[in-house]
């Protein structure tokens, strides 16, 4: 069920990227909270096996996504080269990207203690990523993707730092998790933004559905 600041994020937000989780309004398993390191290791090879990674990174340590230049991950060169040559987006392409990149999430917000259901190979579960088809003849620029990567330098960086308080903040929900069995919505808020900032980089720099350049926010 979607709360009401997750209805409020669609309803306003207009960047091609929406990203929310459902914050659980409920105690959560602590056994698995506990161990969650441990229990998330068969969901994260399968992710592996594919080409995505909950603790990979984009080259510079700084993001949870792996980027391919074809073949496994999430593709990349492919449709830059579309785009430039042909100025198409093939669909099933866009659809592959971002089906990867929400199985991605699922088990990133697994693994950040955000939700204590096993990541799924396909349901939503609590993760909602949404991602507009871009129209590549009319809404984007058929050379920005040869530099939109270096364009992106700025955020790499924030969010390096950002990723930092994440890890602290999932540590103390970890305790905070064990003790109450609640995660402090203060933090959840937090790590949501930088996963949703995430996205949004993701999104511009390297599957290439927007030139709108990502906001420097969490909201």
Known sequence: MT????????????????????YPDRDLNRLTTAFRILTVIPIAIVLASIGGSPGGDWGDGSGSTVIAVGGTGLL???????????????????????????????????????????????????????????????????????VKWLLAIPHYIVLA???????????????????????PRGLFDYVEGVIRWHNR???YAFILVTDQYPPFRLS
């Open 3 to 22: 709360g009401p600041n997750e209805r409020i994020e669609h309803m306003t937000d207009d960047h091609p990227v929406r990203f929310s989780v459902n």
């Open 76 to 146: 990349f060169l492919p449709p830059l080269l579309m785009i430039v040559f042909r100025q198409k987006y093939p669909r099933w392409w866009f659809d592959w990207n971002l089906e990867l990149l929400r199985f991605t999430n699922r088990v990133g917000v697994y693994v950040a203690l955000m939700d204590d259901r096993y990541p799924s190979t396909d349901e939503h579960q609590s993760v909602d990523l949404e991602v507009a088809y871009p129209d590549a003849k009319q809404g984007l620029n058929r050379w920005l993707p040869l």
């Open 161 to 183: 730092i950002l990723y930092l308080g994440v890890f602290f903040a999932v540590i103390g929900a970890w305790f905070a998790i064990l003790f109450t069995g609640r995660f």
């Open 201 to 203: 980089v993701v999104g």
